[in-house]
């Protein structure tokens, strides 16, 4: 795992390097979710998955580390790259 623990603001800002363009993103009150959620199925479903992002998720990855000392960690940063490229590709 790349140990620089991104928020996901800070995950947002680094892909938004990467594609060198800007992504617009917001933060909605969980109260709009509420709303939305007695309209649409799609916005019920994502209320369901809002506890998980009510915190960033920062994984301890120790265990793993020190079972397999090679293995070799793709950082964020080339990971994105990688995806942005493939997207290009097709």
Known sequence: MDESHPTYKEFIEL??????????????PKLLFKIGSLF?????????????????????DTKFRNRFPDFQVTPYRIGIAQIRDEQLSL
Do not use: G
Not at 15 to 28: R, S
Not at 40 to 60: A, G, S
């Open 15 to 28: 892909a938004a390097d990467v594609y060198q363009k800007e992504l617009k993103h917001a933060v909605m």
């Open 40 to 60: 649409n199925k799609r916005v019920k479903e994502l209320l369901e998955l809002l506890p998980r992002y009510e915190h960033d998720n920062v994984f301890d």
